[in-house]
């Protein structure tokens, strides 16, 4: 019978860790935290796919950008030869 020495080393490297992280205090401390029962979550959390956002094209962005600085009835207007008035939030008339 042959030993895999290369393993044999890895797994005790691996549990000299574990001792030293058992025998910290504070290590073992917060790493209680993350400990759980083996049922507590009977199944690991799936991450949720999020696919891309839609964005407004440039025309949108445009007329989004006259509804804020001139009203919202701005981009009615456009073109209409009608003045626009701007107001601030009080109804005050902008210069």
């Given amino acids: 019978m042959r030993f895999d020495i290369q393993k044999l080393d890895e797994r005790i490297k691996k549990l000299q860790e574990i001792r030293r992280i058992a025998t910290d205090p504070e290590i073992s401390s917060i ?3 993350f400990v ?3 049922d507590e979550y009977p199944q ?3 991450p949720t796919n999020v696919g891309p956002i ?3 094209g440039p025309e949108a962005t ?3 950008v006259n509804e804020v600085v001139h009203g919202a009835d701005a981009h009615r ?3 209409s030869g009608a003045d626009v ?3 601030d939030l ?3 008339r902008l210069p």
Avoid: F, Y
């Fill in 31 to 33: 790493l209680s935290e």
């Fill in 85 to 87: 008035e701007a107001k």
């Fill in 44 to 46: 690991p959390a799936t």
């Fill in 90 to 92: 009080t109804g005050t």
């Fill in 54 to 56: 839609d964005m407004p």
């Fill in 77 to 79: 207007m456009a073109g």
């Fill in 36 to 38: 759980t029962v083996r």
């Fill in 62 to 64: 445009n007329e989004l």
